[in-house]
């Protein structure tokens, strides 16, 4: 378990990592103010890819109904990113938290029950510094994830959005990153954690001599869908890759060199 910074206006968080989900436990006063630090805290959680969060709002007060809201956008910025399940925590019932359309349980054990087990061999996390070899080490575990979550046809596609991602980190942003792979039923969720502020963008056409948009567009064409998530201490961009059903030889993309990396990248 680790404690959060006092807020200045009046809110505390608390991170209990030793539950079976991670709980967020908030106490103050939720308002205009503190609603960004809130926003800041969750999106933290959230770019671990936990399985789901359990937020424990039994000591927040609102200021209004109104500073809800605050739950409600770290729902709508995560929706194309199935990081995790958001589920609220509430002794005194859903009444005030009704309008974020959250689930509310009266007790953790309750949320806990309602959740189910977490699996955690359906996660794999690595941290990495920004130097050669850095996506070398980044497609063996993405080659372990498949063979452990026997998905054979994904280990192509995501060893390919995974060496651009990590290949940027190490062209631009220079500083460490955790590479973060976890399965959600037929799907694969790739992401890469760094601390610059930078956020990648997909602008056409791609000049030749462009390898950031390059890679960008790879990651595009291979990812079922992809993005980011701005967080205080940096990013984490992320793609979502299907698992399809096995094609005809001929019909296959070549994935044994598309996107690879030179001895030179890496």
């Excluded at 948009?213 to 064409?221: H, K, N, T, V, Y």
Aim: charged share 25%; aromatic share 4%.
């Amino acid at each position: 378990m680790h404690n959060g910074a006092i807020m200045p206006s009046e809110v505390r968080h608390v991170v209990d990592t030793d539950a079976i989900y991670p709980v967020v436990r908030l106490t103050g006063m939720l308002d205009a103010k503190t609603a960004p630090t809130v926003r800041s805290a969750l999106l933290d959680i959230l770019a671990q890819q936990p399985e789901a969060v359990v937020i424990d709002v039994s000591d927040l007060r609102l200021a209004d109904p109104s500073a809800a809201a605050v739950m409600r956008d770290v729902v709508r910025e995560t929706a194309d990113w199935p990081a995790a399940h958001l589920a609220l925590c509430n002794r005194d019932g859903a009444s005030r938290w009704h309008s974020t359309g959250l689930p509310v349980w009266t007790s953790r054990a309750d949320a806990f029950a309602e959740l189910g087990e977490p699996d955690a061999r359906q996660q794999l996390s690595l941290e990495l510094e920004p130097v050669v070899g850095a996506a070398r080490r980044s497609r063996e575990l993405v080659t372990e994830a498949c063979a452990r979550w026997e998905r054979p046809g994904l280990a192509g596609p995501a060893c390919i959005v995974v060496t651009e991602m990590v290949n940027n980190v190490v062209a631009h942003a220079h500083t460490p990153m955790i590479v973060l792979l976890a399965l959600h039923g037929d799907t694969m969720t790739a992401a890469v954690r760094d601390r610059s502020a930078n956020v990648p963008r997909l602008t056409e056409p791609v000049s030749p001599t462009a390898y950031g948009g390059r890679g960008l567009l790879l990651i595009d064409s291979m990812a079922e869908r992809w993005g980011s998530l701005r967080l205080d201490d940096g990013k984490v961009v992320w793609a979502v890759l299907a698992d399809e059903p096995d094609e005809p030889a001929g019909d296959r993309k070549d994935l044994n060199s598309a996107g690879m990396p030179d001895p030179a990248r890496g």
